[in-house]
């Protein structure tokens, strides 16, 4: 069973981010001089160190003060995120991957362990099955019956059974093709496996043949927070992607899609049927505050020139990434990317991508289905950072080809997360600085309480 650890603490994430930044993982960290945090929580900040000496006899001490401070912000940090108060409460692949024997030495922080101490983390947080015996897979299968006919229950099929035939057939197929799979995949596969037997609309080798595609689309599939360093380059490569999506919409010939206070078009209309945050107050979709909202906005966001960089991410605009790659293509052209190909970019793998425009075993466009919008936007207390966090969140659904109804079942959850991070110092623009993107998919347990819609 995976263990329960929050990703989302925000001194890790600051040591990832820098980690996954440089491109020499050899380089030695440190923190800035500030407090371990500032009074707004605010954590330390990341930087390279510099020339470090070399081994215990060229190394002063205030040097090795340096490496024990930075040291010790990591490990308190990766300490908190599992809740435990001692190193030897942490699990074994993390207590490796951290060399834990190198602390209080004097000893640098490498951008290369912070790296493997994130791969380690992450394989606790959601493991990779090397096999899949045969009786963690008859587990499996019961389980899917359990949530196909309970909490996701699609009102408009009958009850999902399976016989002694049919079942040995599931679990055949799961402890075989789902070697390689996170725990979280492995169960999102058992319920296509299972729905492509109980729908009753396949026989055979079709069954098969759905088995074989939905391993390979799940196989190399990875959930990530923002900042993982496993998505670095991938990261990298959509921020100048957004950046010319920026200059773009900043162009003159896009000045007609902002009103004269600067908000763009789409993110009014987001504001009747998105929920949002701005600076700290909330205003959820179920409330119908869209004004107030607006009105929130424009005295965070002072600067025209401003408010439209922001204004547009926190609209549809943003999500057209998250629309591409469910279907299993590239975002929209650009004038700097005509073309754009990020099927090659490591990290590509880690998606969940499935071709539902040329593969004809999925009906188009329904392997997801988007149930909640929410923006967020932070700023500083200088007014001279911003960040913008856009997510998309729904089911995941069986969306087969020739399967009526269950076609609409749902197999799992998604949660799609973009923080689009703002350099606000200059007034007369609003300068994309870097992105974050995040992938997260679910399979609830068959008696968790879950709403779904079907």
């Not at 074994?92 to 983390?121: E, H, N």
């Not at 595609?213 to 670095?232: C, I, W």
């Not at 380059?233 to 957004?242: G, H, I, M, Q, S």
């Not at 069986?398 to 998604?414: A, K, L, M, W």
């Amino acid at each position: 069973m995976a263990i329960q650890v929050n990703l989302n603490d925000a001194q890790f994430k600051a040591f990832t981010q820098f980690a996954a930044s440089v491109s020499d993982k050899g380089t030695v960290l440190k923190a800035n001089d500030n407090p371990l945090t500032a009074p707004d929580g605010t954590p330390r900040k990341i930087v390279a160190k510099g020339y470090d000496g070399y081994g215990h006899f060229w190394r002063k001490q205030p040097s090795k003060d340096i490496n024990n401070d930075v040291r010790t912000l990591f490990r308190d940090a990766v300490l908190r995120m599992f809740g435990v108060n001692d190193v030897q409460s942490l699990p074994d692949d993390v207590q490796i991957a951290m060399k834990t024997g190198d602390y209080d030495k004097g000893k640098p922080l490498t951008a290369r362990r912070i790296v493997a101490v994130s791969k380690a983390i992450a394989n606790v947080v959601d493991p990779v099955n090397k096999s899949v015996p045969i009786e963690k897979a008859e587990g499996l299968v019961d389980d899917a019956l359990k949530f196909i006919n309970g909490k996701g229950r699609n009102s408009k099929v009958g009850e999902a059974k399976l016989n002694a035939e049919q079942h040995a057939k599931a679990a055949d197929l799961v402890s075989r093709l789902g070697r390689g799979m996170t725990d979280t995949c492995l169960k999102i596969f058992s319920n296509y496996v299972v729905l492509s037997i109980a729908c009753g609309c396949f026989q055979g080798n079709k069954v098969n043949e759905i088995a074989q595609q939905m391993s390979q689309e799940l196989k190399n599939v990875r959930n990530f927070t923002p900042g993982d360093v496993r998505f670095a380059k991938f990261d990298a490569k959509l921020t100048e992607y957004w950046q010319s999506t920026l200059e773009e919409q900043m162009s003159k010939e896009k000045l007609s899609m902002y009103d004269g206070e600067g908000l763009f078009e789409s993110f009014k209309l987001d504001a009747l049927r998105a929920s949002f945050t701005i600076a700290g107050e909330k205003f959820n979709l179920v409330d119908q505050r869209s004004g107030e909202m607006i009105d929130k906005f424009k005295e965070t966001i002072p600067n025209i020139q401003h408010r439209k960089a922001l204004s547009t991410f926190m609209s549809q605009l943003s999500g057209n990434v998250y629309v591409a790659f469910a279907i299993g293509d590239n975002p929209p052209p650009t004038p700097k990317f005509k073309n754009i190909d990020m099927t090659s970019e490591k990290g590509y793998d880690m998606l969940f991508t499935p071709d539902t425009t040329h593969n004809l075993l999925f009906e188009p466009n329904l392997l997801t289905l988007a149930l909640n919008l929410q923006y967020t936007l932070e700023v500083s207390d200088n007014g001279t950072k911003a960040k913008v966090t856009a997510h998309y969140s729904g089911n995941l659904k069986f969306g087969i080809d020739g399967s009526d109804e269950c076609s609409h079942n749902v197999t799992g959850t998604y949660a799609y997360e973009t923080e689009f991070e703002f350099d606000l110092s200059d007034e007369n623009e609003a300068k994309l600085t870097g992105t974050h993107f995040s992938q997260k998919l679910g399979m609830p347990e068959p008696d968790e309480p879950q709403e779904f819609v079907v």
